[in-house]
């Protein structure tokens, strides 16, 4: 080898070294989020970019890189997206956060051993399914149910009737009625079970038929979204209706609290969600923070997605690695991982959701109070 | 009984609805042959203008009424003149597909300027309340809506029959080259009718706004959809027409979550298409609608 191939290598090493370096010193999420759609109340993109701005300021562990689509909460469009994103190296990928984006995702990004990482996502299929790659970040329906079954019951709450809905799959279908098979478990009786559709601007049928019923019920439990459910919750009220309106994180978006006139009208809303926010807690501090530094972040949600960049961050760093596989298996190694709804973050123990205590938010005089923050303790069978 | 008087109030307070929104429709289509899908954004549009009179401090709801009728007037006839007096004279596809376009595009500027999220809007919750009428139970705001859509297809009626103008687009609707060559200026008798369809969106939009409480930037697409199969049931280009279909569709919903079982109760919305199907099979024109020769397609 002369002096002049020597020069050259040199030359190649000090040009292209530093970029292999940062490229293995990134890690890149790519979001096919719904930015637009019906589901975009429900995203968690700016919760996530604030909580990768926040790392990368810190300067400590890898880069973390957000790639941003527009899905348009369109399955199909979600899926041509997370292709695309996989063809620009992504290590981590997420959908729109129900099983007919996820399952093609995760199909499709197994071969590049990518993870898909749902914030948002609550639905069991996932889980059934059971991909190697695909990770919740937040606890199943079931439990989400079960904790507000617990919640209700213990607040006097003796019979139930089960608003159910094929429109988001077992999350508005099946969500109620694990919540049905808790409360019964307990002791209470689920009295009936009523169907709905999605998008209903006006419940007096329903309400026709509740009221019809004898005995009537003293808990109605709906898992659906506002406006929706703001509607639902007037309608009753108006209609005489005096007993518990329980729900699921559909319930969680600060529009709940604007769409009664009277405060009063929530003092019997409850609803299990994945974080306390709207009382001062470390997760309204953060969005606080966010929204300072330019993130019009808005609910829980937000909170899932800096998760998501936190725990990926936090497993990178204990990987000494960005490599996709890697950060996996840190995410899945026993100890948990830091994040915002919670301190410990674990996938030691299910490997595709973490275990969290499930807080059960109600009403007073129209302010958020929590009622119960724990793991429930009988989950109904759901695997 | 007392249920079933309910439940004959509801469906009632649900025709009404779908029959005041089909009526938007087949009064530009009966005008224009263009099948308005971007009617539904019209109605968001008075909402969304409500909600932003109401984050500035308007807290009068009368106010906010004629604001949202004005409002939807406004946007309707502004969106004639922009996006569909351009395609007036293309396809019925193209100004098919332009309706569409301009409904996605105002649902995105409604998400991207103000929010994807639900906005609370609770100027006109006071319009919402329960009258206990000899041992039945109404809503104040079912009656009112019945009463408005039954004035707004009397006043139409009347508009069309008495009035000049009315003729004139009466009369359009049959031949619209005949109108023209008699002097009537085209495009004032279509901004009319986009005014007129304008207007009747905005009454719509009081009442969505009153049951809500809050806006969305999809709320209006998929009430759209119901009242264009109510013109298709009522036949479309028919007035009356679209007032009966509107009716019949929501007697066709109630009854079904009336009638159905629990357990069938997905079953709904199939079962809806299948009685309109069945109609359809029945009086292919619409039950109001005019035959149109279709030669060889005839079987």
Same mark, same amino acid.
């Given at each position: 080898m002369n002096a002049k191939t020597l020069f050259r290598l040199a030359l190649t090493t000090a040009i292209v070294a530093p970029s292999v370096a940062m490229a293995e010193d990134v890690v890149k999420i790519g979001m096919a989020a719904s930015?637009?759609?019906?589901y975009a109340p429900y995203a968690e993109v700016e919760g996530a970019k604030c909580m990768a701005d926040k790392l990368n300021k810190a300067g400590e562990g890898p880069t973390m890189e957000l790639l941003i689509e527009d899905t348009r909460s369109d399955a199909q469009l979600s899926v041509t997206i997370a292709q695309k994103l996989l063809d620009q190296n992504v290590q981590v990928i997420t959908g729109v956060p129900f099983p007919d984006s996820l399952i093609p995702i995760a199909q499709l990004a197994a071969p590049y051993d990518v993870t898909v990482f749902s914030a948002p996502n609550t639905q069991v299929e996932m889980q059934v399914a059971g991909f190697d790659n695909f990770l919740a970040g937040a606890v199943p329906d079931p439990v989400n149910a079960a904790a507000t079954a617990e919640a209700v019951y213990a607040a006097g709450a003796r019979r139930a009737l089960l608003m159910t809905s094929? &429109?988001?799959? *077992?999350? *508005? !279908?099946?969500l109620p009625q694990w919540f049905g098979e808790t409360f019964e478990h307990l002791g209470g009786e689920v009295i009936g079970t009523l169907n709905y559709s999605f998008g209903i601007t006006d419940w007096s049928p329903q309400i026709a038929q509740i009221k019809a019923m &004898?005995?009537?019920? &003293?808990v109605i439990h709906i898992s659906a979204m506002l406006p929706d459910v703001g509607i639902l919750i007037r309608q009753l009220q108006a209609n005489g209706y005096e007993g518990w309106v329980a729900g699921a994180d559909g319930f969680d978006d600060p529009s709940l609290e604007g769409s009664?006139?009277?405060?009063?009208?929530?003092?019997?809303v409850i609803f299990a969600t994945h974080g306390l926010t709207g009382m001062g807690s470390d997760i309204d501090v953060f969005l606080d923070e966010c929204r300072a530094a330019g993130f019009p972040v808005q609910s829980i949600f937000d909170a899932l997605g800096a998760d998501m960049v936190s725990v990926l961050h936090a497993a990178a760093m204990k990987a000494g690695s960005t490599d996709a596989a890697a950060i996996r298996q840190a995410l899945r190694a026993e100890g948990g991982n830091p994040g915002v709804t919670s301190d410990s973050i674990s996938y $030691? !123990? !299910?490997?595709? $959701?973490p275990v969290k205590t499930v807080p059960v938010i109600g009403f007073e005089g129209g302010k958020r109070t929590v009622i119960a923050d724990s793991v429930p303790a009988y989950v109904p069978a759901w695997r | 009984m007392e249920y079933f008087v309910q439940q004959f109030v509801n469906a009632l307070a649900f025709g009404s609805e779908y029959a005041l929104v089909a009526l938007g429709l087949a009064v530009v289509f009966s005008i224009m042959?263009?099948?308005?899908?971007?009617h539904g954004e019209v109605i968001a549009s008075a909402c969304y203008c409500v909600f932003l009179a109401v984050a500035v401090g308007l807290s009068q709801p009368w106010l906010a009424i004629l604001l949202a009728l004005a409002a939807a007037g406004a946007a309707s006839v502004l969106l004639e003149r922009v996006a569909f007096r351009p395609v007036r004279n293309a396809p019925t596809t193209t100004g098919l597909l332009t309706a569409f376009g301009v409904s996605i595009i105002l649902q995105n500027l409604f998400q991207l300027l103000i929010s994807p999220r639900p906005q609370a809007v609770p100027v006109l919750n006071g319009l919402n309340a329960t009258w206990h009428v000899g041992g039945f139970t109404v809503s104040s705001l079912q009656v009112m809506e019945f009463l408005a859509a039954a004035l707004s297809i009397g006043a139409l009626v009347l508009f069309l029959n008495r009035s000049t103008l009315g003729i004139a687009m009466r009369a359009a609707a049959r031949d619209f080259s005949t109108v023209r060559l008699m002097g009537i200026r085209a495009n004032r008798v279509i901004a009319m009718a986009f005014a007129i369809s304008g207007v009747l969106a905005g009454v719509a939009a009081v009442f969505i706004l009153a049951r809500r409480g809050s806006v969305s930037p999809d709320m209006g697409f998929g009430l759209v959809m119901k009242a264009f199969v109510a013109c298709v049931i009522g036949g479309f280009g028919s007035l009356s027409g679209a007032a009966v279909g509107g009716m019949l569709l929501g007697f066709i919903e109630v009854g079904l979550l009336v009638a159905l079982p629990q357990e069938h109760g997905g079953l709904k919305e199939a079962l809806t298409y299948v009685i309109v199907i069945a109609i359809l099979v029945y009086r292919p024109e619409g039950l109001l609608g005019s035959r149109q020769e279709l030669g060889d397609k005839e079987i």
């Open positions: 930015l637009t759609g019906p094929a &429109d988001a799959g *077992s999350w *508005s !279908e099946m &004898d005995p009537a019920p &003293d009664v006139t009277d405060p009063a009208a929530l003092d019997k $030691f !123990e !299910e490997g595709g $959701f | 042959g263009l099948v308005n899908f971007a």
